[in-house]
Nanobody, 122 residues
């Protein structure tokens, strides 16, 4: 069974840094676009950053200049480097990816990770 496995969340003081990682587990053929989303208590899930298979990135205005999304193609892993963290960055962060599960089908399946908590104290 294919899953997205996240790691790297935790508690950090304002101004600190964290790095999140996410990779698929199970049998897949390839990974297309990947991204990070977050959901704070009482709020809707929102986009944080995405990266295409070609490496094109997109960021929410609120994290531009502070967060960097990158990927290791050999490991099928996406990272989110978060610097200058603010209390308003506190949320559950979710990994998202479009996966191809077989070489004989171009269909992409969208997966979500289980979420990892990031808490920034003031």
């Amino acid at each position: 069974q294919v899953q997205l496995v996240e790691s790297g969340g935790g508690l950090v003081q304002a101004g600190g840094s964290l790095r999140l990682s996410c990779a698929p587990s199970g049998s897949i053929f390839s990974v297309n676009a990947m991204g990070w989303y977050r959901q704070a208590p009482g709020k809707q899930r929102e986009l944080v950053a995405t990266i295409t298979s070609g490496g094109t990135t997109n960021y929410a205005d609120s994290v531009k200049g502070r967060f960097t999304i990158s990927r290791d193609y050999a490991k099928n892993t996406v990272y989110l480097q978060m610097n200058s963290l603010k209390p308003e960055d506190t949320a559950v962060y979710y990994c998202n990816a479009d996966l191809s599960l077989s070489s004989w089908s171009a269909h992409l399946y969208n997966y979500w990770g289980q979420g990892t908590q990031v808490t920034v104290s003031s």
